[in-house]
């Protein structure tokens, strides 16, 4: 077999596959939720790695054999054989081996978790509402695409139709992974509704994506949360105005107030807003780790930075433009109906290409 640098580090990672692999079926690692959870996706990524290898090394197996075979063979058939081989092994290795750098670079660990969609109109006035409006129409068409389950938890509407603001938890596989791409301020260039003279004009609106905390991730104590109960406002029926369902919790520790009115029930209520308290308390700590690669990579924007342009929507040019990228598309009809894939998928190979360069493997 050649010898490989990249085959250097499959003995230990071998060696950790087979550890892991004995304690994800240890009882006492199974009745310890957040350690089983933890250990059961660090297997899958060892999995994975694991198989990577083994491709990786059958294909200098073949370049090994090959060379032995032109090397000791007279029979032109097999001589030829061989050297397709090679070829096809030669042609392969690069892109096995970019297959296992990525494999070898730490994931986000949030990556596969369920996201909370907060977007909130920024200057523009009536317009600035009126666009919030179509960036999450843009995204329920997207979830739509995708089979994920978009549900919203508090919603504000703006005076000329849109939202002042619109919280939402999208529920599906790798949500988070998708869309933390979208954070950032969103630009719109176009002639508002209300304009009477055609003059363009540019609103905007901000967009902040967070993966949503799991139970075990965060451990809030009861002492430390103030519940209000109060009328909920909105469409919603006889309820509306005359029982207190709506919850407004204040985590009296860090500040951090949350409220869900989208459901009649006030347990239900309660239940969506500690949901989003967890994941608003433990995105306190997340956004270290998030203001850390954001300084290294351009695909990546704070969740936390409301300053952030990351992308312009330009109706007169039927433009769409990612700014973090340089990426135009003359496709904005689609894209605003939800076709954003292009756009996230380009993105995800920028940051890989970053991943990849910062790790220096």
Known sequence: ????????????????????????????VIADMKRYVKLNQE????????KAFKD??????????????LAEETDEELREMAREEMEIAEKLIPEKENEIKLLLVPADPEDSKNAIL??????????????????????TKYCEKKGWRLEI????????????????????????????YESGVHRVQRVPQTETQGRVHTSAATVAVLPEAEEFDIELKESDIRKDTYCSSGPGGQSVNTTYSAIRLTHIPTGIVVTCQDEKSQLKNLAKAMAELRTRTYNMEYQKYIDEISTKRKTMVSTGDRSAKIRTYNWPQGRVTDHRINLTLYN????????IDEVI?????????????????
């Open 56 to 69: 990786f090394k059958n294909l200098l197996d073949n370049i090994d054999s090959g060379k032995e075979i």
């Open 332 to 339: 904005l009809q689609a894209i605003i109906n939800g076709d």
């Open 345 to 361: 998928e380009k993105l995800m190979i920028e940051e890989n290409a970053e991943k990849l360069k910062e790790a220096e493997i």
């Open 1 to 28: 077999m050649a010898s490989h640098s990249l085959l250097e580090k499959f003995e230990s990672i071998k060696h950790r596959f087979d550890e892991v692999s004995q304690q994800i079926s240890d009882p006492a």
């Open 43 to 50: 297997y899958k990524r060892l999995e994975e790695l694991i």
């Open 153 to 180: 938890t508090n919603v504000n509407e703006g005076t000329a139709g849109g939202y002042k603001e619109i919280v939402a938890k999208i529920t599906g596989q790798n949500v988070y992974g998708t869309m933390k």
């Open 118 to 139: 907060e977007i909130r109109a920024g200057t523009g006035g009536d317009e600035a509402s009126i666009f919030a409006g179509d960036l999450f129409r843009m995204y």
